[in-house]
Structure formats: C-alpha cells, structure tokens
C-alpha cells in the first residue's frame, strides 16, 4: 500500500498506539479489561515517555490515522572483554496492524524498520516471540530457530 507511511511514533501518537493494543487484546483476543480505554492510552503514554531509550516504537499511518504499531525494545548487556563498550541485545515487540490492513505487506515494512534500527545500533541480535500468524513473516526477514534460547514461565 503505498500510501501508508512507516516512521517514527511520536507522542501524540501514543493514544492512537493504546487504541490498537486495546483492540487487540480486548476486542480481537477477548481478554477482560481491569483499567478503562482513557486509564490504557494515560499508561500507554507514560511508558513511551517514560522509556525513550530502551524502547522504540513505530506506527503505520494512511490518512493521518495510526493503523499499525510496532516495537523494539533494547536490551544493554554487559561489557565483554573483546567489544568495548559493551552490547546489545534487541527484541522486536507488539507488532500489530489494524484488520483492514492486513496481507499488504506493512507489518513487514515496520518490522524491516526497526531491524534497521537495530543494526544501526549494533545489536549482537533481535529476537521476536512470534504467534503462529506472524511466524512466515518472521522467517521471511531472517528470523530462524535458536537452539540455546530458553524460556522460563513465571512460578503460579
């Protein structure tokens, strides 16, 4: 679709950004709410102003409206004897693009834009857990299986 625009989100965008996580958790995946839509897009805002540096979100646009959210968070790992200054880890987060956009290729293009990022900043590597929709999407930009990389649910 050329005309959706990728770019960096900015601020204002972040109540639109909560309106699409809302609409994939509660409506989509029917998860019950415990705070409500105005309270969600009030945290929403808080944590992209609050995490500028270890979190990187884009959104989707056609129109002026934000129709896809993707993002990246960075994970400083310590130093190591042969890279000075130490490394990073990256892990792609919360991709989702509104059901009218879907199957033209823009959840690929904002995920493209923040593996850029992540190589511009020298991430050892970018991590994703994937649902099973998103998977060929995944492998397609390179993404392959980890043979070392355990998970550990939390304790109930």
Request: hydrophobic letters at 40%; charged letters at 25%.
């Amino acid at each position: 679709m050329d005309d959706v625009v990728i770019r960096a989100s900015r601020p204002d965008d972040m109540p639109a950004v909560a309106d699409l996580r809302w609409r994939w958790s509660i409506e989509e995946g029917g998860r019950a709410p415990v705070q409500t839509p105005e309270a969600y897009r009030t945290a929403m805002t808080s944590f992209a102003r609050d995490h500028p540096d270890s979190h990187r979100c884009v959104v989707a646009e056609r129109d002026g409206a934000v129709l896809g959210m993707a993002w990246l968070a960075l994970h400083p790992r310590p130093p190591a004897p042969h890279v000075p200054g130490g490394r990073i880890a990256a892990e792609l987060q919360t991709v989702y693009v509104h059901p009218d956009l879907r199957g033209h290729g823009v959840a690929g293009r904002m995920v493209a834009h923040l593996l850029a990022i992540a190589d511009e900043l020298g991430a050892e590597r970018t991590s994703v857990h994937s649902s099973v929709e998103g998977e060929r999407l995944y492998r397609r930009l390179g993404f392959g299986d980890a043979r070392l990389l355990l998970q550990r649910p939390p304790e109930d």
